[in-house]
């Protein structure tokens, strides 16, 4: 199922040059190198093995490497080709561009460039690989491994691309970013993803919030004996408990400055070095993280290096808020409330249909671990078969109860509202007409019911009857 690409080819018709290369490719931690020293193997090679990547000298007897250039460039234009020149000269450099080589490198190459590079069109490979396979997936509309989502629960079209998309890129190397509000189920996504990527370690996770620098790096890199006082044992840190597996890094977002240096080092490198020592430790572990903060706007308040987002944006998911895809809810209360009572060792009571239109018209700011706590509460406290409402309209009148009122002054002074509320009636509008629209705003969402209508004026239901009653009365005078 993975996208990434692995395999480099490397043709040169000198012996020496492939085994240095090969070896500084390894030493860079890319293995699968393949090595031909006689042009006239490349294309046999190609048509029998899957190469992601040719590295290829361009002064070759047989087959001239210009030639090879051009016909696999034809028939395999997959393959990112960086070319070896034994100079850098210009015209060389351009007709190899032109016939579309990724990258060039001069001889004498260094390990560095060498790598670097092949870095790069390993990335390519493999983005380009992502893509194709999400479109594919996209257009079939399938799921390859439902079960690795079985814990979310949803029917939500959003949810379902981003499932398909983290089908795609959850066997890659690069590290996964997911972003949404809190309590929208990042956490369960992150579990997903180790799911997929078949890793056979552990699921490691560490919430980064509230961590300063000291507590970052010795909960996760761990440290020396005698490293600090107190430190009278060598200690693991959770990224060697993680390997082989996916180190899960929660409030990435709430990473002091120097945390988020060695966070960088450790995803780009996939180094670290335990506090106190000196050597570094290499990392396999699979890394996805989370924040709940908006990354951009950290960055424009210096608060978050812009490196480490670039670095963390290649793959990124955002799950969106309950609010925005309210067909899950009816799934999710069912779901929840059946949890709940098994809880309880109790039979699942049902609930009445205008309980799902309650939570229609609110805004969820805690997401579905808000929806879990109101079912939490409210089951317990049914005394028949049947949910009553009550606990979850309290629960709605408090949180609007503690919204911070918007500021009455800016409103008053915002023209452009007086102009629309004028536009509506043809003049400023009177208290009672006011009062009208907002109520009959309520009733519709609320679809007539007028219980659910009075929670989100802030009302007694009792209130709210009155009020239409006196309406009525007056319309009909
Ligand atoms: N789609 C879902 N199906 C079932 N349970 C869910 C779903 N989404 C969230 N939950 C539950 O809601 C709670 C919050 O989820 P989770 O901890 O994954 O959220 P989060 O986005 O990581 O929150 P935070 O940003 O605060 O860390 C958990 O108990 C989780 O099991």
Redesign the pocket.
């Known amino acids: 199922m993975s996208n990434s690409c692995r395999h480099v080819l490397l043709v040169d018709d000198e012996e020496q040059i492939l085994a240095t290369s090969k070896l500084a490719l390894e030493i860079g931690g890319i293995r699968e190198v393949s090595m031909i020293s006689d042009s006239r193997e490349v294309v046999p090679f190609l048509e029998a093995h899957q190469v992601s990547v040719l590295v290829l000298d361009l002064s070759m007897p047989h087959v001239s490497g210009l030639e090879l250039l051009e016909s696999v460039t034809r028939d395999y234009p997959q393959i990112p080709i960086i070319v070896v020149t034994a100079n850098d000269e210009i015209a060389t450099v351009v007709e190899c561009m032109k016939l579309g080589a990724f990258d060039y490198l001069a001889k004498p190459v260094s390990p560095g460039r060498l790598l670097t590079s092949v870095q790069k069109a390993l990335e390519r490979c493999t983005l380009s690989n992502e893509i194709t396979s999400l479109k594919q997936r996209l257009l079939s509309d399938n799921l390859e491994h439902p079960a690795a989502f079985a814990?979310?629960?949803?029917r939500n079209r959003q949810?379902r691309s981003m499932f398909q998309y983290l089908e795609v890129i959850a066997g890659s190397r690069q590290p996964i970013i997911?972003t949404?509000?809190?309590?929208?189920?990042?956490?369960?996504?992150?579990r997903a993803v180790h799911q997929l990527s078949g890793s056979k370690g552990e699921f490691i996770a560490l919430?980064a919030a509230g961590l300063d620098d000291h507590m970052f790096s010795d909960s996760l890199f761990g440290h020396k004996k005698g490293a600090f006082t107190g430190a009278d044992q060598a200690r693991e840190g959770l990224i060697a408990r993680a390997a082989g597996g996916t180190l899960f890094l929660?409030?990435i977002g709430d990473l002091n400055e120097l945390s988020q240096l060695k966070l960088l080092r450790l995803l780009q490198e996939r180094e670290y070095y335990p506090v106190g020592s000196d050597l570094t430790r290499k990392s396999d572990a699979h890394f996805v993280l989370?924040?709940?903060r908006d990354l951009q706007a950290r960055i424009a308040e210096g608060k978050f290096r812009n490196d480490l987002y670039y670095r963390l944006c290649g793959h990124q998911v955002q799950?969106p808020p309950l609010r925005e895809r309210k067909d899950?809810l009816p799934l999710?209360l069912d779901?929840?409330i059946r949890q709940e009572a098994e809880a309880l060792g109790i039979p699942a009571p049902g609930y009445p249909k205008e309980l799902v239109d309650l939570l229609e018209t609110y805004h969820f700011p805690g997401?579905?671990?808000e929806l879990?706590a109101m079912v939490s509460d409210a089951v317990p406290r049914s005394k028949s078969r049947t949910l009553s409402q009550e606990p979850f309209r309290q629960a709605i009148a408090t949180d609007l109860g503690q919204k911070p009122q918007p500021p009455q002054a800016e409103l008053k002074d915002d023209a452009s509202l007086l102009k629309k509320l004028e536009a509506v009636w043809g003049h400023f509008p009177t208290l009672n007409e006011a009062e009208d629209l907002l109520i009959g705003s309520a009733l519709a969402a609320a679809k007539g019911n007028q219980g659910i209508a009075a929670t989100m004026l802030g009302l007694k239901r009792q209130t709210l009857n009155m009020r239409l009653k006196v309406r009525r009365e007056a319309d009909n005078d």
Not at 151 to 154: F, L, M, P
Not at 180 to 190: C, I, M, R, S, Y
């Open positions: 814990g979310i629960v949803t949810m997911i949404g509000e809190t309590g929208v189920g990042k956490e369960l996504v992150a919430n929660d409030e989370a924040t709940n799950v899950d999710l779901h929840f997401n579905v671990r879990q």
